[in-house]
């Protein structure tokens, strides 16, 4: 049973960081490219980043270039955002979400909520 | 990027209406569409994906249609679990992008 995980949430100040971790189990994590997307409360969808199912490459949404950084460490089935320079309108859910083959999502974890206070 | 328009934003149906939503983008997407479910508290499934491929345990009222800039997902028949809001995402280029939403409520 395909299972992702994420964990790493919580309340940060207004330009700090944080890292979120999404560990991976019941697929060949290694093979798959992976995606972070967030979803503000009670509003929509945002994609946020993604990653090569081997890391080496990796996309991000204008909101957050320059600003988070997502890796991944196949050997231990986990996959990282790591958010610095953090604004209120990062607050959201977070999910990490399991590309099937060509940028669609057919498992998602249960997320995990960012909350920016000012 | 592109941008993805759903309509309605909201939509008022009863048990056994046929549902259909509509999804454009700003630019041509060709097929790369997936549409997703979402319930209050719960994370997004995918229904669809490809425009109309249903997606492997998804019961088969629900379809999808389209290509290039204009898809729409369609309910036959609505079943109380259906109560829900749907998305739709184009993943032809990055940054992937979400449509608003649809909410279908009794």
């Known amino acids: 049973e395909v299972q992702l995980v994420e964990s790493g949430g919580g309340l940060v100040q207004r330009g700090g960081s944080l890292r979120l971790s999404c560990a991976a189990s019941?697929?060949?994590?290694?093979?798959?490219?992976m995606s972070w997307v967030r979803q503000t409360p009670g509003k929509g969808l945002e994609w946020v980043s993604a990653?090569?199912?081997?890391?080496?490459?990796?996309f991000y949404s204008d909101s957050v270039k320059g600003r988070f950084t997502i890796s991944r460490d196949n050997s231990k089935n986990t996959l990282y955002l790591q958010m610095n320079s953090l604004r209120a309108e990062d607050t959201a859910i977070y999910f990490c979400?399991?590309?099937?083959?060509?940028?669609?999502?057919?498992?998602w974890g249960q997320g995990t909520l960012l909350t920016v206070s000012s | 990027d592109i941008q993805m328009t759903q309509s309605p934003s909201t939509l008022s149906a009863s048990v056994g209406d046929r549902v259909t939503i509509t999804c454009r983008a700003s630019?041509?997407?060709?097929?790369?569409l997936a549409w997703y479910q979402q319930k209050p508290g719960k994370a997004p499934k995918v229904l669809i994906y490809?425009?109309?491929t249903l997606q492997s345990g998804v019961p088969s009222r629900f379809s999808g249609s389209g290509s290039g800039t204009e898809f729409t997902l369609t309910i036959s028949s609505l079943q109380p679990d259906d109560f829900a809001t749907y998305y739709c995402?184009?993943?032809?280029?990055?940054?992937?992008?979400f449509g608003q939403g649809t909410k279908v409520e009794i």
């Open positions: 979400a399991k590309d099937w083959s060509s940028g669609w999502f057919d498992y």
């Open positions: 019941g697929f060949t994590f290694s093979t798959y490219a």
């Open positions: 990653i090569s199912s081997s890391g080496g490459s990796t």
């Open positions: 630019q041509s997407i060709t097929s790369w």
């Open positions: 490809k425009a109309s």
């Open positions: 995402q184009q993943y032809n280029v990055y940054p992937y992008t």
